[in-house]
């Protein structure tokens, strides 16, 4: 892979996790430029006319060209590798995971954990206030739903290690700090060590 490959990243967020976790994984060196989010760093006229026309993160740089979506970005970056299965059904059952983790799982777990960490409970809008039960609900079930299958299964996906557990660890493994009790799904727990286990693997501070 010979493109100049660049992260434009919020260091502790999950999402920009997953990106740089794949890559550890595939041996890819990526630059990596970070924004505070907080401070509006995404919003600015530059990032939103060259970047990223929705002011989001992560994006990834290849060459002059600018990927968005945490999951896409993997899957660029994964393509060929053993990290997608070769059979057709386990790639189809790999995307489903990712599609579900988008969907499903991070728009519960991500968003406590942004509430808890970055906003502060007590800075916290009548808004988001009123969504905290919903999202904490929803938060519980993604996990319920994940333990049941990884009791029966050792990984997400055709049974061995994929992107599908790469963009699930993302969030998951610090599911805690949106209050989520992670020792009340304990195949999950488990399964956390594997993945943390597998040689290429990196912390989310590295």
Known sequence: MTRDLVLHEDAGSGNCYKIRLTAAHLGITLDRKSYDIMAGETRTPEFLTRINAIGKIPVLQIGDRFLAESNAACHWLAAGSTLIPFDRFGHADMLHWMFWEQYSHEPNIATMRYYKLYVGEENMSAEQRALVPGKIAGGEAALTLMDEHLGRHPFLA????????????GYTHVAGQGG???????????????????????????
């Open 180 to 206: 989520f009790d992670l020792a009340r799904w304990p195949h999950i727990g488990a399964w956390l060590e594997r993945v943390a286990a597998i040689p290429g693997h990196i912390s989310m501070d590295a």
């Open 158 to 169: 055709a049974d061995r290690f994929s992107l599908a557990d790469i963009c699930l660890y």
